[in-house]
């Protein structure tokens, strides 16, 4: 079997097993059940379930990861990059599949080694274009009151607080988007918010 293949095998049993016995009940003798391989081909690919557990949380954030890359990459401006990123994250956060499947890594994760880092590396990939977007601002005069670095990883944790489930049940996506909006671009020097 390709490694790849047989990567993908072991991931696939892996998720049918947590789902019904949960991580920490799941062993890695009822993932290979499952996927039918042997032991040796569990620690060709994978040093440990933690490990596993770890390639299976990335596989699953790296569509949207690459779906946000691409969707701002292409908007025609800084401010609208901007929008398109905060509608982006928007709709991960309202997409019950979505934020779900994070959701279940996230909490089996938590006491996994690694797990800060790969959240890190979530964070950090998602955004990257929203960073983009507003160095593209502040070299072109979009974002006069902007500071890159900071503003970014703010905005972030304020699209995921007003996606969050308290606010999600009170608030529509359309008027969350908007909220957000209502604070973001006046903060980066936008003048004419609409």
């Known amino acids: 079997m390709e490694p790849d293949a047989e990567r993908r095998q072991l991931m696939d049993a892996?998720?049918?097993?947590?789902r019904?016995?949960?991580f920490l009940g799941a062993s890695v003798q009822d993932i290979l059940d499952h996927a039918g391989l042997s032991t040796r081909a569990f620690y060709r690919q994978f040093q440990s379930k933690d490990d596993l557990l770890l390639a299976m949380f990335r596989t699953a954030a790296g569509p949207d990861v690459d779906h946000v890359a691409q969707t701002v990459a292409g908007a025609p401006s800084p401010v609208e990059a901007v929008c398109i990123w905060v509608d982006e994250i928007m709709d991960i956060a309202y997409d019950r599949k979505r934020i779900q499947r994070l959701v279940m890594f996230n909490r089996s994760a938590r006491q996994t080694v690694g797990y800060d880092d790969e959240v890190a590396w979530l964070k950090d990939h998602l955004v990257a274009p929203l960073l983009d977007a507003l160095q593209a601002g502040v070299t072109d005069g979009s974002f006069p009151a902007a500071d890159p670095m900071p503003d970014a990883y703010?905005?972030?944790?304020?699209?995921?607080?007003v996606a969050g489930p308290q606010v999600r049940q009170r608030l529509e996506h359309r008027d969350a988007y908007q909220h957000v909006l209502r604070f973001c671009l006046p903060a980066l020097g936008v003048r004419d918010v609409k």
């Open 154 to 161: 703010s905005i972030f944790e304020l699209v995921w607080s």
């Open 20 to 22: 019904r016995n949960g």
């Open 14 to 18: 892996a998720l049918k097993v947590m």
